[in-house]
Each structure stands twice: as structure tokens, then as C-alpha cells.
């Protein structure tokens, strides 16, 4: 899967998959608030549009940390011991 080809397949099952989405969306949460932390103004000053996701995915990181930590746990006991 090292062509574009199998990237496309790759996402597309990502989607279908809810595990998969889960898994993705946690890890786009936890990275936004990464990014957010080292270099904030990369992601303030796109609040709206297109890239206000990667601001609104940041917010929820920081702001539901708790949460998103026993989820990012969970889903990690999930895909360690259960797939």
C-alpha cells in the first residue's frame, strides 16, 4: 500500500469501519490539541472554513482531556486485546 492507490482504500475503509472512524477521530483530536500546544497560532488564526476543523478538533482536545483520555485508553485495550 505504498501508492496513492492504496491510501484511497485505506481511508475508504477507515470510514466504513466505525472502529476505524473512532480510531482516526481520536487521533486527529489528540494531535490538534498537540500541535495547538507547541505552535498556537497555527491553529487560531483558522477558526473558520475548512481548517476551523483542526481549531474545533483542538478545543475539544483541551477543553474534554479526561474524556478523551479514557476514550484514547479504551480504544487502545480495544485494539490490543480484542481485535
Do not use: H
Not at 53 to 58: D, L, T, V
Amino acid at each position: 500500500m505504498a501508492d496513492a492507490r492504496g491510501l484511497v482504500l485505506w481511508a475508504k475503509s477507515a470510514i466504513f469501519n466505525f472502529q476505524s472512524l473512532l480510531t482516526v477521530i481520536l487521533l486527529l483530536i489528540c494531535t490538534c490539541a498537540y500541535i495547538r500546544s507547541l505552535a498556537p497560532s497555527l491553529l487560531d488564526k483558522n477558526k473558520t472554513g475548512l481548517l476551523g476543523i483542526f481549531w474545533k478538533c483542538a478545543r475539544i482536545g483541551e477543553r474534554k482531556s479526561p474524556y478523551v483520555a479514557v476514550c484514547c485508553v479504551v480504544m487502545a485495550f480495544s485494539i490490543l486485546f480484542v481485535q
